[in-house]
């Protein structure tokens, strides 16, 4: 499957307003790649496939987490923006035929992040949060640590605010994102 054919596939999945945000974490994770060294190209799609399963309806979530066996642990069953991740890695590789395990593991990550995260997996994780339409507090500060090759900075940054935001909202804390975090700090020291 080409490139334009799993753009026509996403955009059918997804609401004109989150497919424009696809398209501009795509065009922020080509920008980010390029500082870093990274595919441009496969940076590009895996921006665009990032959020295919976002928008599924209750009955598409059931029918694809049975078709493709997918595991959901207790917070990811009970949470579409947690879940949309990992089922929408599988419709990656299954609906859409992307065989670049990276891009798959990019999806899968992009909410939670996860311990040694790949360098396309921070750069999706990075670009979903800092493309040009957000705005929210903080967000001129990732911006500035990630396109001045400061990617784990922010990287770290953006896991303490998703912390703090979830406390501060009486919300569970995924595992896998205290994980992520732990394990940056543990890296950094160890430099």
Sequence with gaps: MNYNDIKDKVRNMLPEK??????????CAAKISEIYGYDKDM??????VHDCAKYLSDEDVKFYVKK??????????????????????????????IENEDVIR????????RENMSLLEKIIYMADLIE?????DGVEKLRELVYNKKLDEALLLSFNNTIKFVIDNNQMIHEKTIKARNYMLENRSNK
Aim: glycine content about 6%; some cysteine; proline content about 0%.
């Design 106 to 113: 990019a999806v899968r990550f992009h909410t939670t992040g």
């Design 132 to 136: 040009e339409d957000r705005n929210f």
């Design 18 to 27: 989150r497919y424009r945000h696809s398209e501009n974490v795509a065009n």
């Design 43 to 48: 940076a590009y799609l895996a921006g665009i």
């Design 68 to 97: 493709y066996d997918i595991k959901l642990d207790k917070l990811e069953k009970n949470s579409l923006a947690l879940s949309h991740s990992i089922i929408g890695s599988y419709i990656c590789k299954y609906e859409y035929n």
